[in-house]
């Protein structure tokens, strides 16, 4: 059944948003990193083509030639996953945190929850053969598997709070480790363990035999040891590190490699006698490690990092794309035209609506908190040390218009310096702009004079009027009602609003001590902030008061954004995302479980809108072009009409992919149905690009009968569209 009308999208913004906790996945697509940001926890390196990283909210991504091109894989999970196993190129294992056990047959194209009986978290997983592995996590909990991971049972080995750990090295001889210095060794495939006496109480996170006489282990504070009689004693080895060591493989006897924190590697080519630093190029945390055979390895880290050798760890490559340098600050000139600000000068900006991101000269190592444009190629961005940057070309240069007091030389006595530092620099009409923050006066030693201060320019920039307010706090966001009217929110509380474009300030009381990180008025006037611990206050009368309202989170809110007259978005800390249906009132959480934290939201327009934060990461509204969200899709062949495919195969037993195609890029809804009505599966959710698209499911759990696929798709243009809707039978037969 088709039907196919025209319908007013005043609705659109609601159900762009409208996804549980995986939002990040099926309704933010990553534009930066590439493929995404998502912390990796874990890889396999099967062969020198099939690789499979597992990592932060339920991420799964495959590579079939060695890393070049990498697939999302649906894991059916939010949860952080922290190892994984492949016995062969199809059959795979990935355990992670809430005792989170899948299991695949197909190479990943389906994952099947398994029921264990733990809901800890759980940490390693390996097999000595196609038929027996052992997983290991908190609690002391070893579970066993003999028929490939179908079922397992609990053992309790003792010794440790926590396994973090578990590696084979033959058939029979295998290694846990844990909290507190915890080592244990089986030499019967791990019917049972027995623990070693080694040298240290540290945690231990990863262990790695070569053959069964020789290995290593390695831990927290650098700690690394070595045996040469298969775990019956350890000696400490010199790490000259402090860093905390997560991984160790070897690639064959003499080669190995251990990763850690802040970009740490170290190499041996003598079994582990020596270690020396290997370059590679981060400094952000790598987390697993996977060799096979002697040359090709793979590594990976944080914010979606993975490296790759073929020289058997003498060099590595970066894989992924995008830089990973923190992102404060994010504006739209048009639909095609945004600029990013962040750490070190950074300023990034894209013609093509993301789809690349070009670095501009900024001139300044400054920290760039906040950029506001104006017209499609005015721009002004601030930052620390008092920079203020200006642009009229659309950045393809800035002229510094930086704040700051001269240091005489040599300065006369009693002479105290003053540091300039600005967070966030809004535009009243296209030659009027504030930009707010402190002025920090060292008074005498150890006393320092902290004021709000605030700049304006009536000239686009090229000049700026000072006033320092009479507050001790510094100034986080600000934001103009009306081309007049404007608020400025920072620490303790403070709210001061301007009606006459910031030549004058008054205070408005907060009713809160928390800090206020960042506010957004609709154009009816209606306002919201947002600040540490949740906080949310709202205002109806463009910030002449303002009430309190709860957010249901005790995360830090660092910014927020309205989609339409009522409806906004607020982002923060541990990647959380909240949506208002009601102009602040009331908020869904849409996003959460990550140690990344957002920075600054900025909304164009229901299609239009980016996230920027720590990593590098860049989030937005609409796919890019070569977006893959399901197993497979196809952007290169647009086609004619929007069409749900008949799923193949068809009978199935338990798995078939469902295809379906679009002519525009669009909201899509799959659901999977009873005879009945009801509602049995959720396969799409979210905005996907033109082009044709399969998902797989997996119907292990059902009784056999006929099921019904529906494809809902909602074809967007501001608010403008049409709706499409189609049906199919699909008959599962066990």
Partial sequence: ???????????????????????????????????????????????????????DRGMVMKSTNGGINWTIQNSGVTVNLNGVAFIDANTGIIVGDGGTVLRTTDGGLAWVPLTTGTTGPLYGVAFVNSTTGTIVGDGGLALRTTDGGRSWTQQYPGGASTYYSVSFTSATHGTIVGSAGTVFRTTNGGSSWSRRNVPTTNRLYGSSFPDANNGTVVGELGTILRTTDGGVTWTAQPSNTLNRLSAVSFSDGLTGTIVGENGIVFRTTDGGTNWNIQPIATLSSLNGISFTGTTVGTIVGTFGQVFRTTDGGASWNLLTKGTRTPLYGVDFADQSNATIVGYGGLILRTTNAGTDWTTQTSGTTSILKSIAITGKDTAVVVGTDGAVLCTTNGGTSWVDRSIRNPIPSPPPTGFSPT????????????????AVGMKDTLISIGVVGIRAFVIRTTDGGQSWARATLRNIAVLRAVVFASQKTAVAVGDTGLIVRTTDGGQSWSEVASGTRSALLGLTFSPQGLGVIVGEYGTVLVSSNTGLSWTMMPSGTSTHLRSVSFLDPIIAVAVGDSMTILRSHDAGGHWDMESSGSDLRLYSISILDPGHGLLVGDGGTILSTTPLPTSVEDERANPSSIPAEFSLLQNYPNPFNPSTAVS????????VKLRVYDVLGREIARLVDGIRAAGTHTVHWNAGSLPSGVYVSRLTVSDFNYGAGRRFEQSRSMLLLK
């Fill in 1 to 55: 059944m088709n039907r196919l009308y025209p319908h007013f999208f005043s609705f659109l913004l609601s159900t762009i948003l409208l996804s549980t906790s995986t939002l990040a996945q099926e309704t933010w697509f990553w534009q930066n990193p590439r493929p995404h940001g998502n912390h990796l926890r874990a890889v396999q390196t099967i062969n020198s083509n099939l690789i499979v990283a597992v990592g």
């Fill in 419 to 434: 540091v300039f530092s600005f967070h966030s620099v809004a535009f009243g009409s296209p030659l009027s702009a504030v």
């Fill in 660 to 667: 379906y195609q679009l002519s525009a890029v669009s909201l």
